[in-house]
């Protein structure tokens, strides 16, 4: 006997806003039909909160992950220079977030 396994893939508590566009920018849209432009939006709305709030929405291991990929080892520096370089990927995190097509 098979069981079957129900999926939830859609989250129901999302709030849908109307968003205006001028009609070339519709137009130049609709030459990347495989982009999601919903999650577009939805990102670049997160991403720009973030920076309003100082990215107060990321968790610490958020900038751990690209602390880690940089090279920086956290625990070895002061509170000044972590302040410094925490600014810095949050900076280059903002830039490259608002730089990236979504796919």
């Known amino acids: 006997m098979y069981a079957l396994k129900y999926v939830r893939t859609h989250n129901y508590n999302m709030a849908n806003i109307t968003l ?25 709305i997160l991403v720009y909160l973030d920076k309003l709030m ?3 929405t ?3 291991s958020h ?7 940089t090279g920086v ?12 370089h925490y600014k810095k990927m ?8 608002s730089t ?4």
Do not use: F
Request: hydrophobic share 30%; no cysteine.
């Open 20 to 44: 205006s566009l001028p009609d070339d920018v519709r137009e130049r849209m609709k030459n990347y039909p495989e982009i999601k432009w919903s999650e577009v939006v939805r990102k670049a």
């Open 54 to 56: 100082g990215s107060e």
């Open 58 to 60: 990321l968790d610490s």
């Open 63 to 69: 900038y751990a992950r690209i602390a880690e990929r």
């Open 73 to 84: 080892n956290l625990e070895s520096i002061s509170i000044d220079k972590a302040e410094k």
């Open 90 to 97: 949050r900076d280059l995190e903002w830039k490259r977030q």
């Open 100 to 103: 990236t097509r979504a796919s």
